[in-house]
């Protein structure tokens, strides 16, 4: 991920914890979002990472196999 911006991370760290732990999202991380993106570019990403994780699980549970998979690993 050293390759990727500020703002690439922190879309990055904002799509893997609403994918693992949605329910863990904060404020702080809505308020760390809303001071490297607009507000816009914040709903864009935020309905894109819904629509990606929505259409994940609808894959899932039709299912549709998925030799990408790659388990979650919570020590990262």
Same mark, same amino acid.
């Given at each position: 991920m050293e390759d990727l911006?500020?703002?690439e991370r922190l879309a990055v760290r904002y799509a893997e914890l609403m994918h693992q732990r949605p329910a863990t999202c904060s404020q702080a991380?809505?308020?760390? $979002?809303?001071? +490297? /993106? =607009?507000?816009?570019?914040? $709903?864009?990403? +935020? /309905? =894109?990472?819904?629509?990606f994780i929505s259409m994940g699980q609808l894959v899932h549970a039709l299912g549709v196999p998925n030799p990408t998979i790659?388990?979650?690993n919570d020590e990262a």
């Open positions: 911006t500020p703002r991380d809505v308020d760390a $979002m809303l001071e +490297a /993106f =607009t507000p816009e570019e914040f $709903m864009e990403m +935020a /309905f =894109t990472v819904a629509q790659v388990p979650f």
